[in-house]
């Protein structure tokens, strides 16, 4: 086994980069936090043992300056980086440097990065690692014509996506063929603007999906194992606002084949690290791969207090060589997540930043609250407006939910608006109790207009 890091520069800020300082400490590794101008006073600048500001507020100038980090990695004499979420995470140049200087990327491969990162090229080391993928053959269209040539075959509706896409940017529904050019032209132009690259390629529509990703890690050995499934399904323009384990919609027998797909696409690309491979599951509990994100992610602890591991430590350990041992896991009781963004859900998500005036966080048995806000804390508008995760555990999915009412009725913050409020009105919608939602479900609901 290779040695441990020395120390860890944590590219990133807020929660995440709290999360990440905790496990170090747990595992004796030293820290570097990396903060812009705006975060000061922030906590991952305190708890961290060493500290370096990187430059202003903007993050094109801060967290996602590749000069700049690797400048503090250099001064400090970190032997790895940690990106969390976000930011430069998925970022395949930035593995790639990391690794060109002798630091360890605490991610996969920068090859892997850059593959998952293509749409297409994905779906083609999906296809041929036997896992499901929707119809569609995966080739870039041609043109216009090309794409309602083949939608004629294919039947509408049809899906264009950008093949550089990713959050629903330069993706449409195509419902009949007098609406293909239209569509086409504005898919093209969204993904050209977003991305730099208009590349366009076509699925069959799978009509009200649920959004379930299956947590996997692998290790340098090759192997590698399913941490079991988050249901993401409760979604507002392609951003998550709840995420919960295990799926309603879940079986024990397609909990094993969605779990074996998703080992196969990790073991067909020699895949290291954590890694979550999404899938699009139909009425009929069908699957089929949409995308795998190479990082680890927002929603982690669901899985984390599903299994009762540390995925950092995992995440870490295997960075540093160590092999993982054996099974795949099945949840334990239920676990949901609620993500507290600084946004006025009564008024389109409108960001809500500004200074906390006060903040008491619920409590007790059963409930985590990861983040990195208090009383006196500054919300800047410059950044992501997730300003806590507040995770519960249960022994039933209906004790869970009655102890997020109760752990939401308790999380208190004065001075701005937050997503509470919505999270309290979606418990109380019998189809969410009643697991009766796909990712088109809260786009269909009238929501109250406070
Ligand atoms: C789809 C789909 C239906 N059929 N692909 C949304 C984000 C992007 N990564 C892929 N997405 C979708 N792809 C086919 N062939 C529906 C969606 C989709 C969606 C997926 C997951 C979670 C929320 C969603 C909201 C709208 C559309």
Redesign the pocket.
Known sequence: MAEKFNKILIANRGEIALRIIRTCREMGIKTVAIYSTADRESLHVRFADEAVCIGPAASSESYLSIPKIMAAVEITNADAVHPGYGFLSENADFAEICQDYGIKFIGPRPEHIRNMGDKITAKETMIRAGVPV?PGDGTLLKSAEDGMARAETMGYPV?I?ATA????KG?RVVNRKEDFVNLWNSARAEAKASFGNDGIYM????VQ?R?IEIQIIGDQNGRVIHLSERD??V?RR?QKLLEECPSPFMTDELRDRMGEAAIQAGEAIGYEGVGTV?F?VDADRNFYF??MNTRIQVEHPVTEESIDHDLIKEQIKVAYGEPISGKNYTPKGHVIECRINAEDPWNDFRPSPGKISSFHSSKGHGVRVDTHVYAGYTVSPYYDSMIAKLIVRAPTRAEAITKMERALDEFIVEGIKTTVPFHQWLLKQEDFREGNFD??WLGKQDMPKK
């Open positions: 929707v899906m996506k896409g990713g959050g629903g993706m699925e069959k529509y799978i999906p959004h993401c399904s979604q392609h999404e699009l949409m995308e990712t088109g």
